[in-house]
């Protein structure tokens, strides 16, 4: 699921404040652009992760792949 972040491409948004965000079908990723402190030891400054929507992501999808699945046996399983 964390793929989506690499695969689909963020939304820029410009209202508001600078960011990123990432994620499919909902954006659970956002990453502020913010001016960074060289000397910085936190990776994840910076970035929000919405753990509802991340999980909602996962749900959402996984329904979408087992149906799927679901479809292509049973069609198989016709033409036998």
Avoid at 2 to 27: C, D, K, Q
Avoid at 57 to 62: L, M, N, R, S, T
């Amino acid at each position: 699921m964390l793929l989506t972040i690499l695969i689909f491409p963020g939304h820029h948004v410009t209202v508001g404040a600078a960011r990123t965000e990432f994620g499919f079908p909902f954006r659970f990723v956002t990453q502020y652009h913010n001016e960074i402190v060289e000397g910085h030891r936190w990776f994840l400054r910076g970035i929000r992760i919405d753990l509802l929507y991340f999980l909602l992501d996962v749900a959402i999808i996984y329904v979408i792949i087992h149906g799927l699945l679901y479809f292509v046996t049973k069609l198989k399983s016709q033409k036998k």
